[in-house]
């Protein structure tokens, strides 16, 4: 069944790096839900490289999203980020990472190997990361 859980804004950068690490070279698929360009598949199976916020200047609150291999990279950017949701499987492990801007489109990036460990849960100040399960 899963379950969908809202990733803080003030969390997301210690989170994306924590995740970076623990999904690099994961591979996954992007997708892109858009009103002017309709629904559109950029990536499928590449490995993760990672997923970074800008904190400073004018491109704060942009998150990049960079995946490749010795053959093809691709970095994603969705400017003006305003919800990260992520949509996690019955074992605690990540299906898909939703980004959401404030022109209402969607970044999917869906997690397609062997699973990746959300590590979040709700804790006494919000969300916090947690330890693997043993």
């Keep these: 069944m899963g379950r969908t859980i809202e990733i803080p804004r003030e969390t997301w950068a210690v989170y994306f790096d924590n995740l970076s690490k623990r ?10 839900e858009n009103r002017d360009i309709g629904d559109q598949e950029m990536t499928r199976k590449l490995p993760l490289v990672g997923i970074d916020l800008e904190t400073k200047g004018s491109e704060a609150g942009a998150i990049e999203v960079s995946v490749g291999d010795e053959r093809r990279e691709l970095m994603h950017r969705i400017d003006n980020a305003v919800r990260v949701y992520l949509k996690i499987d019955d074992d605690g492990n990540i299906d898909c990472m939703e980004i959401e801007d404030q022109d209402d489109g969607k970044t999917l990036l869906f997690f397609e190997g062997s699973g990746v460990p959300a590590q979040f849960q709700q804790g006494t100040r919000g969300f916090e990361e947690s330890a693997p399960s043993p």
Aim: hydrophobic fraction near 50%; glycine fraction near 0%.
């Design 23 to 32: 999904a690099l070279n994961e591979p996954v698929r992007i997708e892109v």
